[in-house]
């Protein structure tokens, strides 16, 4: 990809064009990285207090008996929202779907371990693992490969 940058006083506001024959992957995450204008915060609960979660930070969130959780590190924080509107919110910050119940930071993966009916058990950063379902390991493959640890802190 060819990128131009040109700097110049009678410009009043940043704008950006990118010319192309298709649209790609990079477009994909070019536009994810644009809609993303400032810092998102997730707002959790623990210990009855309020907290404020930086995406970069969360490893994966699952749902379990109707409630949904964030785990970073050894922390787990309760989200007071739905996983699907989770997974929207943080799709700029390389989450994607692990399960039905798992979305998942590919920033944050340290190792993948075949399981024995197909899944993939997800080894992080901190030593927690969760397992990716069949029906997503093709997905998630192709995102890592298409750059999907690229954001790591």
Known sequence: ??????????????????????????????????KRKKQQRIFGIDLEQTVLLDPHDIEFVYAEKRKVFACSGSR??????????????????????????????????????????????VFFHSGKKEYITRKYVSQIKKQLEMGGQSDVR
């Open 76 to 121: 787990k924080v309760e989200v007071r929202m739905k996983l699907y509107e989770l997974e929207e919110k943080l799709a700029s910050f390389n989450f994607t779907r692990f399960s039905k119940s798992v979305i998942g930071n590919l920033n944050h993966i340290e190792r993948f371990e075949l399981a024995f009916n197909g899944n993939l058990c």
């Open 1 to 34: 990809m060819k990128v131009n940058i040109d700097i110049d006083e009678k410009h009043t506001e940043s704008s950006i064009t990118i010319k192309t024959n298709e649209w790609t992957a990079e477009l994909d995450e070019i536009a994810a990285i644009m």
